[in-house]
């Protein structure tokens, strides 16, 4: 392996709790209800897939218009006023491939501006040389543009580099691209979806032996 290739929000970032606020807040303000259930299958998807999954769930009748102006606004209020928490064991990860001279990129569904603000805020600023955005390639995750920009502009085959994601949209994008992919749960639900699957393969890893 020759290089290191990371997920920002929910990865490196607790930024799901700020997104999450933010859009359920902007529908509230828009007169819908977005419940933890109805926000569940956003995380790790671009912003303009999640909104695609609103109109869907809500009909012709969502202010879409709105709503696009008001979310950013919220979240970046939440963001300054509570800032963005580092996720646990980052910055010993981080020391690790830095120390050994390990390159690192990033792959974002955010935007280049959102992406911008929220290394800064958490602490991350000028960490990354190379920083893969959602408006920089044509398809956002689980298609997997991000990690083979990213795999390019670090010069080396997708094959050698090893991808940490939290969400399934970005573990499809990073298998997709032919990278070795490990997913880091961000909750115990995660964990314990995470321990099924590898259960899965063990089972069936066994009984080919």
């Known amino acids: 392996m020759k290089a290191v290739i990371l997920d920002m929000d929910g990865l490196m970032l607790d930024t799901e709790p700020l997104y999450r606020a933010s859009w359920q807040r902007g529908c ?35 202010p879409l218009a709105r709503f696009q102006t008001r979310w950013p606004e919220l979240w970046k209020a939440y963001a300054l006023e509570h800032g963005i928490q580092r ?3 980052l910055d010993g990860l981080l020391a690790f491939l ?38 920089q390639v044509a398809q956002g995750k689980p298609a997997p543009d991000l990690y083979l920009e990213a795999a390019r502009r670090l010069g080396v085959e997708p094959r050698e580099c090893v991808a940490l994601e939290d969400s399934e949209p970005g573990v499809l994008s990073a298998v997709a691209a032919g990278m070795r992919t490990i997913r880091v749960p961000g909750s115990v639900r995660d964990l314990d979806e995470a321990r099924g699957v590898i259960e899965g393969i063990l089972t069936l890893e066994a009984q080919t032996q």
């Open 87 to 89: 996720m646990p064991g």
């Open 98 to 135: 830095e120390s050994r001279g390990v390159p690192m990129a990033v792959a974002t569904s955010s935007d280049a501006e959102y992406t911008e603000f929220t290394l800064r805020i958490g602490g991350l600023a000028g960490r990354f040389g190379i920083v893969v955005t959602r408006d």
């Open 28 to 62: 509230e303000e828009c007169g819908f209800v977005l419940d933890d259930a109805g926000y569940a299958p956003m995380i790790g998807r671009p912003i303009d897939a999640c909104e695609a999954l609103l109109v869907r769930r809500f009909g012709a009748a969502f």
